[in-house]
């Protein structure tokens, strides 16, 4: 499954911007991940397909909503009141293993991974 991250651009803090994600197959788990410079990649949001529970990192919830169109095999991360620190390479990733609900908020649950589209928020 090869996958094809789009959206990513320069932002104003305060500001908003929609992460696209389109699969070329099947994905039953889908999801994000960012990387800032100088440190590791960390967990965003995903959604776990056999329940379609979401599940977001503290420092994103309430301002970022994880949302997919199965017809379409996209998957889209909606970004609102953007702050510098959110200032990363975004991931997206995808998995058909299931898991149980703490692995959704690791790397565990992904196989695959798309090439990253940069985010950059501006003061």
């Known amino acids: 499954v090869q996958l094809q991250a789009s959206g990513g651009g320069l932002v104003q803090a305060g500001g908003s911007l929609r992460l696209s994600c389109a699969a070329s197959?099947?994905?039953?788990?889908v999801g994000w991940f960012r990387q800032a410079p100088g440190k590791e990649r960390e967990f965003v949001a995903a959604i776990r397909g056999s329940t379609r529970a979401t599940y977001y990192a503290d420092s994103v919830k309430g301002r970022f909503t994880i949302s997919r169109d199965n017809s379409k095999n996209t998957w889209y991360l909606q970004m609102n009141s953007l702050k510098l620190e959110d200032t990363a390479v975004y991931y997206c990733?995808?998995?058909?293993?299931?898991?149980?609900?703490?692995?959704?908020?690791?790397?565990?649950?992904?196989?695959?991974w798309g090439q990253g589209t940069q985010v950059t928020v501006s003061s």
């Open positions: 197959g099947r994905t039953d788990n």
């Open positions: 990733a995808a998995g058909n293993t299931n898991y149980i609900s703490i692995y959704y908020y690791t790397e565990r649950w992904a196989e695959y």
